[in-house]
């Protein structure tokens, strides 16, 4: 007789939950199970997963700590979950985001289905058309300072199964192990890198942020994309003034806008720069700020728009020249091109949609770095000047090769 389980979780929803965390990928946790390890028993761990979930008798292990490097000099904290508590935080996230979707604002466009950064920036472009001032706001550690009772109300108001809500308290409450080896326990926040973690931090500041600026501050707009927030203002006043309640609200929810990250945005015309110290702000890897551009019949006017932000370009500069360029003397291009395909055209396609020629320019590092590992592959070619030009002939004869090189914007 088949022993009954005390929660009733289809066997089917394990295995699609399976198939979304080997997609996304990833590295190991602390049991430094890698996926490819998962898969070798991959029958035996899908069903003890399921055995645990359905019985009550799951509990997650410790959540690894990764720093990882920004480009202000210090370090965002990651959370890495282990391959099964992976799959089982997509279980209970495949089970929950249908019903909280009903209810997210719409104006909210981190990590969300059918929502994405590029309508994100769309929406921010538009309303500086109608509105000249914005509050770019920054939220210090907010994963690291999601206050768990407040989380929870929120969790018990839309998640009804109980083992999901059971499920839920226990990854929020697991340890962090360090790199030391080093164990933390956790009383606030949620791991950044966990699965259900996006899911969790947009419902928290639903009701921290997006509901309570829609009843309380009357006609405010914002863009939400996770904790990068937006807010257009009509007047100077104004802003100041949302800032202030918006500062004593986050402090209800134990939250802290960042001091010095936080500003108040002029956003119109560069002819107010003396009157104005900030006139432009950074949001989701773009800089918006008065542009001269062209309109459609030929008119040059001022426009505040968004192009590729200096740190997004000085990181991919760095990646780029990080690349094994010295290793790939000793290779064919072919390697090359396998390697940075992918790579240009991702960073194409996301940088393209606003200011095309201000990613062309930061990509021609790429051809700077490829001229530099021709000059030194090839003895013939005696300068870089001559190299340059062997690439822009190879650029003419393969221009749909990498995304940048079908892009005259010159």
Not at 178 to 194: A, F, L, S, V, Y
Not at 267 to 272: A, D, E, G, I, V
Not at 304 to 320: D, G, H, L, N, V
Not at 364 to 390: E, G, V
Request: with cysteine; net charge positive.
């Amino acid at each position: 007789m088949e022993q009954t389980k005390s929660y009733n979780i289809p066997k089917r929803l394990i295995v699609e939950a399976y198939q979304r965390v080997k997609a996304n990928k990833g590295s190991a946790g602390v049991d430094n199970q890698s996926l490819k390890d998962f898969d070798a028993d991959l029958k035996n761990n899908l069903y003890k997963l399921w055995n645990r979930l359905s019985s009550g008798s799951y509990f997650p292990q410790n959540v690894k700590r990764v720093e990882i490097p920004k480009a202000d000099g210090g370090v965002r904290p990651l959370g890495i979950p282990t391959v099964t508590d992976r799959i089982a935080q997509m279980v209970v996230k495949l089970q929950i985001e249908t019903e909280l979707e009903q209810h997210f604002h719409p104006d909210s466009y981190g990590y969300r289905p059918n929502k994405s950064a590029h309508q994100a920036l769309a929406q921010v472009k538009a309303r500086c058309w109608h509105r000249a001032w914005v509050l770019d706001m920054d939220i210090k550690g907010f994963f690291d300072a999601i206050d768990h009772d407040l989380l929870m109300r929120a969790v018990e108001k839309h998640v009804h199964e109980s083992w999901q809500r059971l499920y839920i308290k226990r990854w929020l409450q697991v340890p962090v192990q360090h790199k030391d080896g080093r164990i933390e326990q956790r009383t606030q926040g949620t791991p950044q890198g966990g699965v259900i973690s996006p899911l969790l931090a947009n419902l928290y500041l639903h009701y921290a942020f997006d509901q309570w600026v829609e009843q309380h501050c009357d006609g405010i707009q914002f863009e939400r994309y996770a904790d990068d927030i937006i807010c257009h203002c009509k007047t100077e006043q104004e802003a100041i003034k949302l800032k202030a309640v918006i500062t004593d609200r986050f402090k209800q929810c134990g939250l802290e806008l960042h001091p010095e990250k936080t500003k108040i945005v002029y956003c119109k015309s560069w002819k107010y720069k003396a009157t104005y110290d900030r006139i432009s702000f950074d949001f989701l890897g773009f800089t918006f700020r008065p542009r001269l551009g062209r309109t459609k019949k030929g008119k040059y006017v001022v426009g505040f728009t968004p192009a590729i932000s200096q740190k997004a370009a000085k990181r991919i500069r760095t990646e780029i020249t990080s690349w094994s360029w010295q290793k790939w003397q000793q290779c064919d291009i072919n390697i090359i091109i396998q390697h940075c395909q992918s790579k240009l055209r991702g960073w194409m396609n996301y940088y393209s949609v606003y200011g095309r020629k201000a990613i062309v320019y930061v990509l021609f590092h790429f051809d700077k770095r490829l001229s530099r590992w021709a000059m030194h592959k090839y003895k013939k070619i005696n300068s870089i000047a001559q190299a340059a030009s062997r690439v822009q002939l190879f650029r003419s004869r393969n221009i749909n090769l990498f995304a940048h090189w079908s892009r005259v914007c010159f």
